[in-house]
């Protein structure tokens, strides 16, 4: 039998031997990598975060919060608010209905179908959502309304609520879904009553990060509701609305250092409103994570 | 003599009618449930067919004055009615895989990081952190880029590189002010690093534990227990999460077209301004008067979609091939 | 403990299954020596002083001394949860990656104490090798399983050789040698499990550690994994963790015996009584050994 060579002595110390020295070399610059990996975009959000907080804070006061140009944005807040609640008004009872199709109407095929559809609608650029909106609403009707803003925002939700609803849907002990067969409660009595109250926690989840999301969309705002008059403030859904992400927009590409100061404040305003919805939700998905498992 | 006690068994009408009347409700409410999410799915599935459909729509004025060739013209020329997708198509190009480049490797090192090294404690905090910078709205981010990213980039970044690797055609001689396809790639690349690395993440935390133990124990590094067990078991997953994050490079258009500089022509440099698709349609759709001009814009759009629409596609498809081998074991 | 024995040890004597010598003090009519110390004479790969060990606040493992030979098979039985599995890990060092793990006491691995600072533990788990309860083959050939580690470790040259004889070794050569490309996954339970003490042996370690190896599979495949013990003991030191009595009985030299310590405030595991493996299952000298041997209880 030939001799393979992998004699090593076990008496020896028990510190790296062969080419153990070298690996673990290696081995160590790889785990540095990595670590360095994390720390770059830890930093990269750290400066973004300070940039937006050092520069936007400056612009901060009661005034800039309540009125509106070229002080303020409070009619642009105000907007942005409006065009948001309708989209998640209209996103969030079609995201769940769809989520309870599928737990519990689907068969295979429809499922297939379906989760296709919500993730080819999540990929789908928003800028692509704005032409849509575009066709369908502003050109026909010949002019812009944040209405049609909603509505491409809630194509943006949907399946980012869907989705939610449907993990936490799922979630639904079977045996909850058992009991109330037993007792001869209906399906829809079983639904209404037991299964979406056990998940309204998800799903309000869902829908928090659905708001924050919708919040901070851009595109389809350009197409629908980019012409307005931002010095005062505006209710009707059947107009353009002011609105923050088209301000912020507009004032970066202008170049006028005044206006810059009030991207940042709109800015910050807008990062913070996203941040402390983002965190809320993330704290009550862990809450009711828990709640679940229990 | 004892007599059995009579017992009347007739039940008094008026339950019957309401047990009835309850079984009817039932039966409503169960079928308007169907219905209504029934209606709720084919909204969805209408809506997308619309999307596409109103893409196709708009374009068609472009589609039948260009056809094919739009994709292959670089002349844009609004005035003259003289409009061509080369050079968006090549900037989208170029600035997506640009940002898949250099966010592809960065973002599986961090998902390495967070399912590896990091403690669990540190993982809660920081994996979180890296989530958030993907809701960063993307204007803020072009703003943040314009005024800050776009100097730094153009005053230290840009002359070293040239400087050092000025010999390769991409590093060519920086020009204007920052506003270029490098920055908007860099831009993209900080979009897509934290959806790539948080799908790599809990792809990683998936690999099951005693394969690893397994590796260890055979007296392999830390590093040789990666790259001989983690990364094999999930490479077609970390592909189709890298085909996510390019969807979103490609699609972007907002923080694009505030940091790009809204060039024309095809360059070989990554330090020239440029454009891309969808930068193109936010940057010239407000202004676009004509017919044609609105047409090709929608041209630009339904090439994006298609775009968009494949990746997508091809994510899914090797994503649901990787779910099927690991539940083959 | 003299390390001549070891400057001896060329390769070819450990290809070679060699019975190693064994001193016994036996005395007919005394009562057996139960005491650790009884193979004085021979070197022992491991001595363990007096260990204890906690996760975090929870002591799994209390008092344990023993030395285990050299050469031989060591059995490690006991009811579940009283810490076999965990003395096992820690003599490779696998408890490491367990969060708030900790030890007292000393592992000695020939005269070194294995959790000392300048210990690399990749160094450890190359010389002591573990085969896990659960067969876990890589999702790659079964070539490329038994080849990743050599590769490693630079055991580039001869490498088809190294396969086949560790194949060989393991008692799977016959069974898969047309289909070495072919997954690892397609194979039986019994012969995953093979494979995965071929891929353990590929790389010579010193010291083989078994969890449970044919806890997971049916009596043939357990057999000859059985088998397989024999054949390799004269090659490694093996040390092995069984809920099964009979299999300790059949295969093992010197058994160790572990039960829950009840007595202290917080119950944890120890080591009730170490012998050879005749005494203990004929004549243990501790009740408990004999309440559990005679399966009263556990």
Known sequence: ?294 | MLEPASVPDVRPPRRNRSAERLRRIDRIGDGLLYGVCAFACLLAVVTLLLVAYESVNGASPAISKFGLGFLTSTTWQPNFGEFGAGSLIFGTAFSSFFALLLGAPIAIAIGLYLSELAPKGVRGIVSPLVEMLAAIPSVILGFWGILILAPFVHERIEPFLHDTLGFLPIFGEPQTTGASVFTASLILTIMIVPIIASISRDLFLAVPRELQDGASALGATRWEVVRGVVLPSTGSGVIAASLLGLGRALGEAIAVTQVIGAGSEIKASLFETGDTLAGRIANQFPGAITELHQASLFYCGLILLVIGLLSNLLAQRIGRRFAYAQGVK | MSSTLDSLDSFEQRLAPTPAPRLRIQDQGAPPDTSPHRHIGIEAVFEAKDISIFYGRKKALAGVSLRIPRSEITALIGPSGCGKTTFLRSLNRMNDSVPNFRIEGQILYHGHDMYAGNVDQVEVRRRIGMVFQKPNPFPKSIYDNIAWAPRNLGLKHDLDERVEQALRGAALWDEVKDRLKDSALGLSGGQQQRLCIARAIAIEPDVLLLDEPASALDPIATASIEELMHTLKGRFTIVIVTHNMQQAARVADQTAFFSLDSSAYEPSGTLVEFTDTATMFTNPADPRTRDYVTGRFG
Do not use: C, H
Not at chain 1, 7 to 14: E, G, I, K, S, V
Not at chain 1, 37 to 50: F, Q, S, T
Not at chain 1, 159 to 166: D, E, T
Not at chain 1, 235 to 262: D, H, K, Y
């Open chain 1, 1 to 294: 039998m030939a001799e393979l060579g992998a004699a090593f002595d076990p008496t020896a110390p028990l510190s790296a031997s062969g080419n153990l020295r070298r690996r673990q070399f290696v081995s160590r610059f790889s785990e540095a990598t990595a670590t360095g990996a994390a720390v770059l975009a830890i930093a990269v959000l750290a400066i973004l975060i300070y940039t937006v907080a050092a520069r936007g804070a400056g612009a901060l006061s009661w005034e800039f919060l309540t009125t509106g140009e070229p002080t303020g944005i409070g009619p642009a807040l105000i907007g942005t608010a409006v065009i948001v609640a309708i989209a998640t008004a209209i996103a969030t009872p079609v995201g769940v209905l769809i989520a309870i199709y599928l737990t519990e109407f689907a068969g295979p095929r429809a499922t297939r179908i379906m989760k296709a559809t919500l993730d080819l609608t999540n990929g789908l650029p928003s800028i692509i959502i704005g032409l849509f909106i575009f066709g369908l609403l502003i050109k026909p009707l010949e002019k812009q309304m944040a209405f049609a803003a909603s509505v491409a925002l809630a194509v943006i939700q949907l399946p980012l609520i869907a989705r939610g609803s449907l993990e936490v849907l799922l979630l639904v002990p079977g045996n909850l879904r058992e009991a109330s067969d037993a007792l001869g409660v209906s399906r829809w009595r079983g639904v209404i009553g037991v299964i979406l109250p056990s998940a309204l926690g998800g799903i309000v989840t869902a829908t928090v990060l659905a708001v924050a999301r919708a919040a901070g969309e851009t595109a389809p705002l350009i197409f629908a509701s980019s012409v307005f008059d931002a010095t005062k403030v505006g209710l009707n859904p059947f107009e353009a609305l002011p609105n923050i992400p088209v301000t912020i927009f507009f004032l970066s590409e202008e170049g006028n250092p005044t206006g810059f100061t009030r991207a940042w404040g709109a800015s910050l305003v807008l990062i913070a409103v996203i941040l402390f919805a983002s965190l809320g939700a993330r704290a009550l998905l862990s809450r009711n994570r828990e709640r679940m498992s229990r």
